[in-house]
């Protein structure tokens, strides 16, 4: 069964700057897309990042140039970078995958259909 766990989330003050990690495991074969979304209180839930493998990241426009998301495809991570926070990204930043697991029978193991899955979410305040 496949998990994701974030870690990194609290409480900044504006201006600052914090770092969120999501580590995937379980029956992987391959992960195609790693992405982090937010929700904010009454809001809907907003892509923030996004990194496909071979392929460049794409951003928000609401924070372009302030945060920077990378993965580490050996380990199953992806990691996102937040500077110059202010308090419109206070949110619940969640982790998402978009991978292939590996299904095993007495036949051998095959990748299965793709699947989405969630974490369970990190905190992010930013207020003084």
């Known amino acids: 069964q496949v998990q994701l766990v974030e870690s990194g989330g609290g409480l900044v003050q504006p201006g600052g700057s914090l770092s969120l990690a999501c580590a995937a495991s379980?029956?992987?074969?391959?992960?195609?897309?790693m992405a982090w979304y937010r929700q904010a209180p009454g809001k809907q839930r907003e892509l923030v990042a996004r990194?496909?493998?071979?392929?460049?990241?794409n951003y928000a426009e609401s924070v372009k140039g302030r945060f920077t998301i990378s993965r580490d495809n050996a380990k199953n991570t992806v990691s996102l970078q937040m500077n110059s926070l202010n308090p419109e990204d206070t949110a619940t930043y969640y982790c998402?995958?978009?991978?292939?697991?590996?299904?095993?029978?007495?036949?051998?193991?095959?990748?299965?259909?793709?699947?989405?899955?969630w974490g369970q979410g990190t905190q992010v305040t930013v207020s003084s």
């Open positions: 379980g029956s992987i074969f391959r992960i195609r897309v």
């Open positions: 998402n995958a978009d991978l292939y697991e590996f299904l095993c029978s007495a036949y051998g193991c095959h990748p299965s259909a793709e699947g989405s899955y």
């Open positions: 990194i496909a493998s071979g392929e460049s990241p």
